[in-house]
């Protein structure tokens, strides 16, 4: 493992004999990979993974972000196909010859040893497909090896029981084997998009380990951290307040709406930022009040995908603290189950159950304006975070569609009209069919 500080290639037993630190500068490591277990993480992929996350340091991001992204990295090298298969053949022959010349006493032990083999390899790729602990690409690939290992068992158990070892029990079990396994890899490949997913470590885990890395290697300036807010109205300069914002985004969370703020997308976009709880809730009312006086204003709801999130659009329209008997255009960038669902699993969806409840007690209003497919994805406990997305990501949604919306009307726009109020009423609802 190389030390991020002079770059010298340490070995474990180096590592350990200088109680964790450099042999050459003696520069503490925070991470020891071989302590970890399957989530490997070192020094250099830390650094690197803070470097990409925040755009070579030129973006804030939250730690929820960081989690995700770090989860990300790891999860890649979760499983790889050639490395199975290498294994697989190995201890094929391995497994068979050793354990089997142990239970030589078995008649046809051999042979016996080798599909209980087959067998467990077949359970072990199975499990795979429906880990909640890989991300999408290895569970397909789990799915598609299970079809390839199939078709293996097929032709080379059959030859080998009827040729060879001239075993007709042998070949039924071979040709029940192989069936099974092709058949459970092409029923897992239609399954695992639709599958949630958990993250490999926790939130307190990261935690630690920022704590370590800004001990040992200074502070990241560019992680937000929540603090405590001033809650007091802070004085505006009337002439400022005489102004006003075309366009207003409105996060489902404080988290989101901070992120934004601090990474200047306010001034770059010439709009107002605010959450639905009510961040910064030092200017909340006074811009609320600014807001208010644009007859022309745009408002556009990101959110997570949940059903407190597809719920924030209904909530702007039905609120009186918010946009009741307006008219102002409301824009749904998302997210939506349906963006969920046409990304075909790159997404990380995870599961609650008591989101799930939460979900069945949504409102008539709302239900209507999600198809069948939406609401049994958002009934089964699903749900998107946007913080599962890098800030980079999250900056360039917003700002496609706030381009996009220049122009509703238009033939080409990605914005469709879902729901409005009657006939040039001018409350209109509108949505964004994918995110980014």
């Known amino acids: 493992m190389k030390c991020i500080n002079c770059g010298t290639d340490n070995k474990l037993k180096d590592r350990t004999a200088n109680q964790g630190r450099c042999i050459k500068c003696n520069h503490p490591f925070v991470f020891e990979p071989t302590s970890m277990g399957t989530a490997k993480i070192n020094d250099s992929m830390f650094a690197k993974t803070l470097a990409d996350i925040s755009a070579s340091y030129t973006l804030y991001f939250t730690p929820k972000q960081l989690l995700y992204f770090l989860d990300s990295r790891v999860r890649k090298k979760a499983f790889q196909t050639a490395g199975f298969w290498f294994s697989y053949l190995f201890l094929n022959v391995w497994v068979t010859s050793f354990v089997g010349a142990f239970t030589a006493f078995i008649p046809n032990s051999f042979l016996v040893v080798n599909l209980v083999y087959q067998a467990g390899t077949i359970w072990y790729l199975f ?5 909640s602990r890989l991300n999408n690409a290895s569970r397909k690939a789990s799915a598609k090896t299970l079809q390839r290992l199939g078709v293996v068992i097929l032709v080379v158990g059959i030859s080998a029981s009827l040729f060879v070892l001239n075993s007709f029990p042998g070949f039924s079990i071979v040709v029940i084997l192989g069936l099974l396994s092709i058949f459970l890899g092409t029923r897992q490949l239609r399954k695992v998009e639709n599958l949630p997913q958990e993250l490999l470590f926790s939130s307190i885990d990261l ?186 990501k999250l900056i360039q949604v917003l700002r496609h569609g706030i381009s996009g919306s220049l122009n509703l009307e238009s033939d080409d726009s990605s914005i469709i009209l879902i729901g409005d109020s009657g006939i040039n009423s001018g409350n209109d609802i509108y949505m964004v069919e994918n995110f980014g």
């Open 127 to 131: 499990n795979n497909t429906n880990s």
């Open 207 to 392: 935690d630690r380990w920022l704590i370590k890395w800004q001990q040992i290697n200074g502070k990241v300036d560019k992680v937000l951290t929540s603090q405590q807010e001033q809650i007091a109205p802070t004085s505006i300069n009337p002439d400022i307040k005489a102004y006003s914002f075309d366009r207003l985004v409105v996060c489902d969370s404080a988290n989101i709406a901070q992120l934004l703020i601090a990474n200047n997308f306010h001034f770059e976009n010439n709009c107002a930022i605010l959450s639905i709880t009510g961040y910064p809730q030092s200017i909340f009312n006074t811009t609320m009040e600014m807001l208010r006086r644009n007859p022309d204003l745009k408002v556009y709801a990101i959110h997570d995908c949940s059903s407190k999130g597809v719920s924030l659009v209904h909530h702007l329209r039905t609120s009186e603290k918010w946009f009741l008997n307006s008219n102002v255009t409301i824009i749904d960038l998302g997210l939506l189950p349906r963006q969920i669902i046409a990304s075909q699993g790159k997404m990380f969806t995870r599961f609650s159950s008591q989101l799930k409840d939460e979900a069945k007690k949504l409102s008539v209003d709302i239900r209507l304006t999600l198809t069948a497919d939406e609401l049994a994805w958002l009934d089964t406990g699903n749900f998107v975070e946007l913080e599962s997305f890098t800030p980079q």
